[in-house]
């Protein structure tokens, strides 16, 4: 069976920067998409970004040219590098993977706060 870990999460204030990890374990991690998703307090979960077996990459519009996911496929771990944070993208950020999107990590806190 396949986990995922979130690492990386915690306080920063706004303008600043973090880079959440995703660790999967299982040899399968390297064929599938992974996406990060985040929910906010009394909102629905949404998609971040994503990025393909072959590294292709795709993210929301509120994040596109501050965030940017990628993997490295030998340690089974997507990464999320967060630069320019606000307020706004405080939340709990999922990692998720595998087959259909079938797993889903913890979740990491991330708050954006001066």
């Known amino acids: 069976q396949v986990r995922l870990v979130e690492s990386g999460g915690g306080l920063v204030q706004p303008g600043g920067s973090l880079r959440l990890s995703c660790a999967a374990s299982?040899?399968?991690?390297?064929?599938?998409?992974m996406a990060w998703y985040r929910q906010a307090p009394g909102k629905q979960r949404e998609l971040v970004a994503a990025?393909?077996?072959?590294?292709?990459?795709s993210y929301a519009d509120s994040v596109k040219g501050r965030f940017t996911i990628s993997r490295d496929n030998a340690k089974n771990t997507v990464y999320l590098q967060m630069n320019s944070l606000q307020p706004d993208d405080t939340a709990v950020y999922y990692c998720?993977?595998?087959?259909?999107?079938?797993?889903w990590g913890q979740g990491t806190q991330v708050t954006v706060s001066s």
């Open positions: 998720n993977g595998g087959p259909l999107g079938a797993y």
């Open positions: 299982g040899s399968i991690f390297s064929i599938y998409t």
């Open positions: 990025i393909t077996r072959g590294g292709t990459t």
